[in-house]
């Protein structure tokens, strides 16, 4: 080889490294030295501003596990905890149940079903605050579903769950499966057209009814469909904001807070930064107790 063709070989191998070199430390810097900072600052009494001494340079007192400690004794946490757990349950519990439905509604060769994909689908184009606009308007008793199903002459129609306490928590379920449930379908619907034809004829020749075919064939090789979607559910569930805070913005009363908008008020609105940011780094440490398994998992399969 010569030693312009080395040269020209060598930059080949090294440009799409250069190219993506910007990206990967904007990513270092702006992810990963953020998220590695929010876990400083965990540690420290910071509040919305650092402290500054007297040379007006900021200060951050290292103070140890005080700011957990305090968090897990705070009833506004125990109850963001308490609505994840009843919002995260359903939400995964039923998008999960839809989407398989919906998808094995449209494996059975449908007629329109290049129309009906991307109307289970469309959902997801939109952002949450729009969906948590969206349903906050259809929801409201003076203006939504309530108000137009009296207006037809209904009068004893009753529908205020998005202002009821016990019942809030509800509508931002509502609200999160009809944004997801087509994007599980989607998964689903990938996997079962994966499935192996052959097999499925071999036991319908050998007289499986449809169930048992489901139930010993075509759910066993959906598993990672259905780890994958609780991956991605479970993911969008512990990290829900601004769905919440288009929809209620926490209330009524704490009714719908969770850990997301927790972090938010006590950051920027209670100028309690170090609490703030221990219950980010909970958030983080929760979302990587279900992704490294899972990542895990999966690169052992792969080899």
């Known amino acids: 080889m010569t030693p312009m063709a080395n040269i020209e070989t060598r930059l080949r191998a090294w440009l799409p490294r250069l190219v993506l070199s910007p990206s990967l430390a904007l990513i270092f810097v702006f992810v990963y030295g953020f998220i590695l900072f929010t876990v400083y600052v965990s540690f420290t009494d910071s509040r919305i501003l650092p402290f500054v001494d007297k040379a007006g340079q900021p200060t951050y007192d290292l103070i140890g596990f005080a700011n957990y400690e305090k968090l897990f004794r705070l009833s506004h946490w125990e109850v963001a905890l308490a609505n994840m757990g009843v919002f995260a349950g359903l939400y995964i519990v039923i998008c999960t149940a839809l989407g398989l439905m919906l998808a094995i509604f449209l494996d059975q060769k449908i007629r329109g079903e290049g129309v009906l994909r991307p109307l289970y689908l469309y959902p997801m184009a939109l952002s949450f605050i729009v969906t948590g606009t969206a349903w906050k308007w259809f929801l409201d008793p003076g203006i ?43 998964m689903f619907l990938a996997g079962l057209r994966g499935i192996d034809n052959e097999i499925l004829k071999a036991a319908q020749m050998d007289g499986a009814s449809n169930w048992n075919l489901y139930r010993r064939i075509i759910l066993p090789q959906l598993r990672p469909a259905f780890l ?20 209620t913005g926490g209330g009524p009363g704490r009714a719908t807070e969770l850990p997301a908008t927790f972090m938010y008020s006590y950051t920027f609105s209670r100028n309690q930064m170090g609490i703030g940011a221990a219950s980010a780094v909970i958030m983080l440490m929760t979302i990587a107790a279900i992704m490294v398994p899972y990542l895990y998992s999966e690169l052992r399969e792969r080899k």
């Open 144 to 186: 939504g579903l309530e108000h137009i199903v009296r207006g037809w002459g209904w009068e004893s129609f009753d529908f205020d769950w998005i202002k009821n306490r016990d019942f809030a928590i509800y509508t931002v379920v509502l609200a999160a499966v009809w944004q997801t449930s087509g994007f599980v379908m989607a």
């Open 228 to 247: 994958s979607a609780f991956v991605i559910l479970a993911h969008l569930a512990i990290k829900t904001f601004d769905l919440v805070i288009a929809m």
